[in-house]
């Protein structure tokens, strides 16, 4: 079992930033990988970070070049760095961890925190 927890939403103005944070707790020795995604209100969970296998990160063409993701080993921490916000952007964001390949798909995950949310105002 990985307990997530994320932290760091709230509200900004477009063009903003905000960094999410999601500690994991519990099997973190267990090798896993982690990814980020969100949802929209009336819209599906969707993929938005991810680190592979290879520990090549990925991210949706959506966010490419405006959001980075990193870890913090020794904390047991990731992050999610969120930069030049748009009001698009607003959805409730979740960290989530899988031992399965296949990055992209939110059904590969096993683990998921309560979730963050993250309003961008325009």
């Known amino acids: 079992q990985v307990y997530l927890v994320e932290s760091g939403g709230g509200l900004v103005p477009a063009g903003g930033s905000l960094r999410l944070s999601c500690a994991a707790s519990?099997?973190?020795?267990?090798?896993?990988?982690l990814g980020w995604f969100r949802q929209a209100p009336g819209k599906e969970r969707e993929f938005v970070a991810a680190?592979?296998?290879?520990?090549?990160?990925d991210y949706a063409d959506s966010v490419k070049g405006r959001f980075t993701i990193s870890s913090d080993n020794a904390k047991n921490t990731h992050y999610l760095q969120m930069n030049s916000l748009k009001p698009e952007d607003t959805a409730v964001y979740y960290c989530?961890?899988?031992?399965?390949?296949?990055?992209?798909?939110?059904?590969?995950?096993?683990?998921w925190g309560q979730g963050t949310q993250v309003t961008v105002s325009s």
């Open positions: 989530a961890t899988r031992t399965r390949p296949g990055l992209y798909a939110a059904a590969n995950y096993d683990y």
């Open positions: 519990g099997r973190t020795y267990s090798s896993y990988r």
């Open positions: 680190i592979s296998w290879s520990n090549r990160f």
